[in-house]
């Protein structure tokens, strides 16, 4: 079964830094892309940045650019997100989603998801 | 950057069908991938590609596209499907999702 377990949320400051951590299991996790998502209290979806399956390939949103680091680790099974210079507009639950694409390359989708870590940054 | 437009809120009387839209550019090069998110829970992928379901998505549950609109069929809609449902695309600006349309079973 695959599941994808998000950690390290919680209250900081504005200005200050937290690292978020998502747990993979049940699947090949060094053969997938992966991505961080985010959903602002009683807001819509935000793709917030991807990361290729060896780590060749990293977007960003313009929103979180120079700002946030997304990183992996294939041998612990392991995405992460380090956020910096964190604003109260950061405010959001983070998720972390498996990428795929279909085989004639028509279509990007997330197929599995994580439960969300709360990130608050308020003073 | 690119943008998908959904409607806010759409309606349906229970057992009959509603179709939610999404639109956008991106969506005249690749197909929408729809998402279900109930309160409280992380979205669910129900459609991708041109029309597939992932397992256990009821096959009420349909796409289509056409230009640069997709849309999310439910026929025979049930309470269990009152929810938000975010389309998703991917163009060379980045990945996007629709706003959301609140659907809401009458």
């Known amino acids: 079964e695959v599941q994808l377990v998000e950690s390290g949320g919680g209250l900081v400051k504005p200005g200050g830094s937290l690292r978020l951590s998502c747990a993979a299991s049940g699947f090949t996790f060094s053969s997938y892309s992966m991505n961080w998502v985010r959903q602002a209290p009683g807001k819509g979806l935000e793709w917030v940045s991807s990361?290729?399956?060896?780590?060749?390939?990293?977007y960003y949103a313009d929103s979180v650019k120079g700002r946030f680091t997304i990183s992996r680790d294939n041998a612990k099974n392991s995405l992460y997100l380090q956020m910096n210079s964190l604003r109260a507009e950061d405010t959001a639950v983070y998720y972390c989603?498996?990428?795929?694409?279909?085989?004639?390359?028509?279509?990007?989708?997330?197929?599995?998801w994580g439960q969300g870590t709360l990130v608050t940054v308020s003073s | 950057s690119s943008e998908l437009t959904q409607d806010p809120a759409v309606s349906v009387a229970l057992g009959q069908t509603v179709r939610i839209t999404c639109q956008g550019d991106s969506l005249r090069s690749y197909y929408a991938s729809w998402y279900q998110q109930k309160p409280g829970q992380a979205p669910v992928l129900v459609i991708y590609?041109?029309?597939n379901r992932p397992s256990g998505i009821p096959d009420r549950f349909s796409g289509s596209s056409s230009g640069n609109t997709a849309s999310l069929t439910i026929t025979g809609a049930q309470a269990e499907d009152e929810a938000d449902y975010y389309c998703?695309?991917?163009?060379?600006?980045?990945?996007?999702f629709g706003g959301g349309t609140k659907l809401t079973v009458l």
């Open positions: 590609g041109k029309n």
């Open positions: 989603a498996r990428d795929r694409l279909t085989p004639d390359s028509s279509s990007f989708y997330f197929d599995y």
């Open positions: 998703n695309s991917r163009d060379s600006s980045g990945t996007v």
């Open positions: 990361i290729s399956s060896s780590s060749s390939y990293i």
